[in-house]
């Protein structure tokens, strides 16, 4: 399966980039284009918020639970904020477990 990643803007006011990956999160190549997608959008936009929506991941490693991490790290040090939305029930799990349950967005569920 080939991993993709979409980017777009999300139409609020402020402003708020979505990211959303698709395909298990597990690969080295998955997790480096995860962590160079925040890298490219902090330097690019300079969001208030960014949403990454897990809708289209079954999946995620413990190197694509520290992308995400690093993402939020990264965003926080650019006064930004990490959502993560939509993510299945395993992957969820795996966030809990992980400590990142602050990430996830509960009024969004899947």
Same mark, same amino acid.
């Given at each position: 399966?080939?991993?993709?990643? =979409?980017?777009? *803007?999300?139409?609020?006011?402020?402003?708020?980039?979505?990211?959303?990956? $698709? #395909?298990?999160? #597990?690969?080295?190549?998955?997790?480096?284009?995860?962590?160079?997608?925040? +890298?490219?959008?902090?330097?690019?936009? +300079?969001?208030?918020?960014?949403?990454?929506?897990? $809708?289209?991941?079954? /999946?995620? /490693?413990?190197? #694509?639970?520290?992308?995400?991490?690093?993402?939020?790290? *990264?965003?926080? @040090? =650019?006064?930004?904020?990490?959502?993560?939305?939509?993510? @299945?029930?395993?992957? +969820?799990? $795996?966030?809990? *477990?992980? #400590?990142?349950?602050?990430?996830?967005?509960? /009024?969004? $569920? *899947?």
């Amino acid at each position: 399966m080939t991993y993709r990643i =979409n980017t777009h *803007r999300i139409p609020e006011p402020a402003m708020v980039i979505a990211i959303e990956p $698709q #395909g298990e999160i #597990g690969s080295d190549e998955a997790v480096d284009l995860l962590e160079a997608r925040f +890298r490219m959008v902090l330097a690019a936009t +300079r969001p208030e918020r960014i949403v990454v929506d897990l $809708q289209a991941v079954p /999946s995620i /490693s413990h190197a #694509g639970l520290d992308a995400l991490r690093y993402g939020s790290d *990264r965003a926080a @040090a =650019n006064d930004a904020s990490v959502v993560v939305v939509h993510p @299945a029930p395993e992957v +969820r799990e $795996q966030l809990r *477990r992980h #400590g990142l349950t602050d990430l996830v967005d509960g /009024s969004v $569920q *899947r």
